[in-house]
């Protein structure tokens, strides 16, 4: 993690005149931004989307042999691309603004500060309040999750990574205060660190195939001449050569 300040105990006064509830909100908007994936209309626009959109074995989109391939192959590919492109642009701007926001909470990891306001605002949470071994524990947790991001390149798939963010920290310390009396072992808060680390993970990729199914639509219906290929930016009129 980013260390931004000298090692510092978590505690009541890291946290005294910290608003809980507003960087607790502020910090799970990615969450949120997750859930609309999976909620009306997004989620029915990637069901469409990615029952429609299937790829081969090639890992390349079927649609689009379909329409080079002429016949009734290409007039279902056409239709396809037909039903599901206005959809698909109109939710554009929204699936691009999931995807920047998603990719923040994946691979930007938490400030030393930030993480350690979150520890300490997780412990003031139980009924046991936190006394002089809170600074250890504190400690050893960040020690912990420093550790999911030092997997050396090329030894595990780049996928498997776990960067820990604000976001997925603070996903973490909502779960434990939701589930649990007392503080977590740093093995159950770094489970819940995972958890919500793979949440967002499966809703980012839910956010990419939607964006590559609005490219692979305006492929095909480029294809049959239902929209103009995009002008090249050196073909504008107002283009100024140096």
Same mark, same amino acid.
């Given at each position: 993690?980013?260390?931004?300040?000298?090692? $510092?105990?978590?505690?009541?006064?890291?946290?005294? !005149?910290?608003?809980?509830?507003?960087?607790?909100?502020?910090?799970?908007?990615? *969450?949120?931004?997750?859930?609309?994936?999976? $909620?009306?209309?997004?989620?029915?626009?990637?069901?469409? /989307?990615?029952?429609?959109? %299937?790829?081969? !074995?090639?890992?390349?989109?079927?649609?689009?042999?379909?329409?080079?391939?002429?016949?009734?192959?290409?007039?279902?590919?056409? /239709?396809?691309?037909? /039903? @599901? !492109?206005?959809?698909?642009?109109?939710?554009?701007?929204?699936?691009?603004?999931?995807? @920047?926001?998603? !990719?923040?909470?994946?691979?930007?990891?938490?400030?030393?500060?930030?993480?350690?306001?979150?520890?300490?605002?997780?412990?003031?949470?139980?009924?046991?309040?936190?006394?002089?071994?809170? =600074?250890?524990?504190?400690?050893?947790?960040?020690?912990? @999750?420093?550790?999911?991001? &030092?997997?050396?390149?090329?030894? *595990?798939?780049?996928?498997?990574?776990?960067?820990?963010?604000?976001?997925?920290?603070?996903?973490?310390?909502?779960?434990? %205060?939701? #589930? $649990? &009396? *007392?503080?977590?072992?740093?093995?159950?808060?770094?489970?819940?660190? #995972?958890?919500?680390? &793979?949440?967002?993970?499966? =809703? =980012?990729?839910? =956010?990419?195939?939607?964006?590559? /199914?609005?490219?692979?639509?305006?492929?095909?219906?480029?294809? &049959?001449?239902?929209?103009?290929?995009?002008?090249?930016?050196?073909?504008?009129?107002?283009?100024?050569?140096?």
């Amino acid at each position: 993690m980013n260390a931004v300040s000298p090692i $510092q105990p978590a505690g009541p006064a890291l946290a005294a !005149h910290l608003d809980v509830r507003a960087m607790m909100r502020t910090l799970l908007a990615p *969450f949120r931004v997750a859930r609309s994936l999976d $909620q009306q209309p997004l989620g029915e626009l990637y069901v469409r /989307a990615d029952g429609a959109l %299937w790829m081969d !074995h090639r890992r390349e989109y079927r649609i689009l042999d379909d329409v080079r391939s002429g016949g009734d192959r290409r007039e279902r590919a056409r /239709a396809t691309a037909l /039903a @599901l !492109h206005p959809d698909l642009s109109a939710a554009l701007p929204a699936i691009d603004e999931a995807r @920047l926001a998603l !990719h923040k909470a994946l691979t930007e990891p938490a400030p030393e500060i930030e993480a350690r306001l979150l520890i300490s605002a997780m412990l003031d949470g139980f009924r046991t309040k936190p006394n002089e071994g809170a =600074a250890t524990y504190a400690d050893a947790l960040m020690f912990t @999750l420093e550790e999911f991001e &030092t997997v050396p390149k090329g030894e *595990f798939d780049e996928r498997r990574r776990r960067i820990i963010s604000s976001s997925v920290m603070a996903a973490a310390v909502r779960k434990v %205060w939701r #589930e $649990q &009396t *007392f503080a977590p072992s740093i093995f159950e808060f770094c489970t819940a660190c #995972e958890d919500a680390h &793979t949440y967002l993970r499966r =809703a =980012a990729h839910r =956010a990419v195939k939607l964006s590559d /199914a609005h490219d692979v639509v305006e492929d095909v219906l480029i294809e &049959t001449g239902d929209l103009k290929p995009p002008v090249p930016v050196g073909d504008l009129d107002d283009d100024i050569p140096f």
